[in-house]
């Protein structure tokens, strides 16, 4: 494996730092087989999704570096589900969300309609402006108030 590094810019951002010097800002960090594997086939990507840099096995990595990587990896694989939407967001940006979870009660922001999106099957995700994803599997699930609310975003 070639010589990397990562930082944290000053937006708490993970960066790579690559063998020839290259910064690399905004990267993401994913795993192949996060259930079935998680200590091996790590790719670190750029903000597109084009792969950077790829890690066959976790335990090779340098201890700080490996602590980083794992960090970014708990916060990503750390998807709260929305059972109930509590106020009713502002249309300002950036707007207040607040809402309970399968993990509790919670309030956080999001920085613009783009950070709500619909997917297949009625189920909805929401990234906070920490880059925090919330899921919301079936919006026909929520009661009917929480879909008042949700439904001007999508």
Not at 38 to 58: M, Q, T, V, Y
Not at 112 to 135: K, L
């Amino acid at each position: 494996m070639p010589p990397f590094r990562l930082e944290r810019n000053q937006r708490g951002r993970l960066a790579l730092v690559n063998e020839r010097g290259e910064t690399f800002e905004d990267i993401e960090v994913v795993r192949a087989f996060p259930l079935t594997d998680p200590r091996h086939w790590i790719s670190i990507c750029d903000g597109a999704g084009k792969e950077l840099l790829f890690i066959d096995n976790l335990d090779g990595v340098e201890a700080a570096t490996r602590s980083l990587i794992e960090e970014e990896l708990s916060q990503r694989e750390f998807v709260p589900v929305i059972t109930r939407i509590t106020n009713t967001p502002s249309s300002d940006e950036p707007a207040t969300w607040q809402v309970e979870t399968d993990r509790g009660a919670t309030t956080f922001e999001v920085e613009s309609d783009e950070a709500i999106h619909r997917q297949e099957n009625f189920r909805v995700s929401i990234t906070d402006s920490h880059g925090i994803r919330y899921e919301i599997p079936d919006i026909r699930r929520l009661d009917a108030r929480s879909r008042k609310a949700l439904e001007r975003f999508l």
